[in-house]
């Protein structure tokens, strides 16, 4: 019998994880209490016909989590396999979503959310670091999020927890609020201000043999995937489970896009993370 322990942060989709699981086929139970979890564990295996299991676990229980380290160690004692799927989300991802459902923090009943996630994380840290997946699903489609829980729990396909997204913007429009990593490539020639290019963007190749023709570009091009190439198996050894990486211009639209483009080709097709491009100025 497969066992999924689901857990994570609040406000993170463990709830839309097990609505998931459960239109897979898989037997859920949310919200059990970790003293409950082997008592449950061992009626599905005598009933015989559940073969796949997932059990929600969170504050809501009412239930120092601390005892969910123990309730796994018995578990492990007696015997039984399980693997364990969290969900994870930014601090920023995770305020708006409190706001705009207008839910209270299991851990801020009477105070402010920031506090709660802030106390919740610190909590979780130990359950994180043993966890078997990670999803973070800040940046995530609801679409997106099924297709990895597919990948995982129904195809069985290997899971790269690090995602690397590379991200175009123009400083006009601000900075990127999330970015691990920030690149400014303005050095390069402006492409705004050649007519038979400035109506075009970075995803057209005359912009692109533009750009990358000045003097020092494929050095820098050279150099920049040479560094991110480096330091992605560290940020895998230190558990970082999403990396953005910022390409900046004035406006987003030509020389940051054609950066990140080149970035993210020579990127995708690494065996050892999942990347992602987006271009957040390109329509703007």
């Not at 015997?79 to 994870?88: A, D, P, R």
């Not at 558990?239 to 990140?260: D, E, F």
Request: charged share 25%.
């Amino acid at each position: 019998m497969r066992i999924t322990i689901v857990t994570g942060m609040s406000g993170g989709g463990k709830s839309t994880v097990i609505n998931m699981l459960e239109d897979a086929g898989y037997y859920c139970v949310d919200n059990l209490p970790p003293p409950l979890i082997e008592k449950f564990i061992e009626l599905c295996l005598q009933n015989g016909e559940v073969k796949k299991v997932a059990i929600g676990i969170d504050f809501r229980a009412g239930h120092p989590f601390g005892d969910i380290h123990g309730e796994l160690r018995a578990l492990r004692t007696a015997g039984y396999q399980f693997e364990i799927l969290f969900m994870e989300a930014g601090d920023t991802s995770l305020m708006k979503r409190y706001k705009e459902s207008r839910r209270l923090h299991p851990l801020a009943l009477s105070g402010r959310i920031e506090d709660g996630i802030h106390t919740e994380r610190q909590l979780l840290g130990g359950i994180r670091h043993m966890s078997n997946y990670v999803i973070d699903t800040s940046h995530l489609l609801v679409r997106e999020l099924k297709e990895k829980i597919d990948q995982i729990f129904v195809l069985g396909d290997e899971y790269n927890n690090l995602i690397v997204n590379i991200v175009s913007f123009g400083f006009k429009n601000g900075i990127l609020n999330d970015a691990d990593l920030v690149f400014d490539v303005r050095f390069l020639p402006n492409p705004f201000y050649i007519e038979e290019l400035k109506h075009k963007t970075g995803e057209d190749m005359a912009v692109r043999d533009f750009c990358l023709a000045s003097e020092g570009a494929l050095d820098f091009m050279h150099k920049l995937c040479d560094m991110i190439s480096f330091l992605i198996p560290a940020f895998i050894k230190e558990g970082k489970y999403q990396l953005v990486v910022g390409i900046g211009c004035t406006g987003g639209k030509h020389r940051s896009v054609t950066v990140a483009t080149r970035l993210h080709e020579h990127l995708h097709e690494r065996n050892d993370c999942r990347v992602k491009l987006s271009h957040r100025d390109l329509k703007s």
